[in-house]
């Protein structure tokens, strides 16, 4: 059996799961298309002279960030298994392994859809949507600079 180069761990909490959900989304291009959306009917409500529009100006980003967060927390919910779980990795030349619940995954870097780095995590996506969890803090030394040659 070939030694790892690097190994770490996340604990997978809701935290991590809002934190991963921001990321895959790409939270910050939704909130400037709510920000348009709002600036479109406060433009629209001066030239209609439409106090309404005022309102959904407010209330349409709004309900659409309750409706997104309510969606996480239900997705959260479903995935019983998952909460407060441990998942270990394991990272060599060409792949990873993901161990949980005894059960072991390889993953060839060059599968990777693309890595997302946020101040506090890594995500291996797999997909647009899909992806592995890294929380940095967790990380050993060397495994973020590691992660940079793998996907470019």
């Not at 400037?32 to 980003?61: N, R």
């Not at 997705?75 to 298994?81: E, H, I, R, V």
């Not at 394991?90 to 060839?108: L, N, S, T």
Request: no cysteine.
């Amino acid at each position: 059996m070939m030694n790892s180069l690097f190994e770490t761990h996340t604990i997978f909490t809701f935290e991590e799961y809002k934190k991963f959900m921001e990321a895959a989304s790409n939270a910050k291009q939704n909130k400037l298309m709510l920000a348009s959306v709002s600036v479109f009917f406060v433009i629209l409500g001066i030239t209609q002279k439409t106090p309404l529009l005022f309102v959904l100006a407010v209330a349409y980003p709004l309900l659409m960030m309750f409706t997104q967060k309510k969606g996480v927390e239900k997705a959260y919910k479903k995935a019983t298994q998952m909460h407060d779980a441990r998942i270990d990795y394991r990272f060599y030349e060409d792949h990873f392994v993901k161990v949980f619940a005894e059960a072991e995954d390889q993953i060839e870097y060059t599968k990777l859809h693309k890595i997302i780095e946020t101040k506090t995590n890594f995500y291996l996506m797999i997909s647009k949507t899909q992806g592995f969890v890294l929380v940095k803090e967790n990380m050993p030394e060397g495994l973020a600079e590691f992660l940079g040659t793998v996907k470019k």
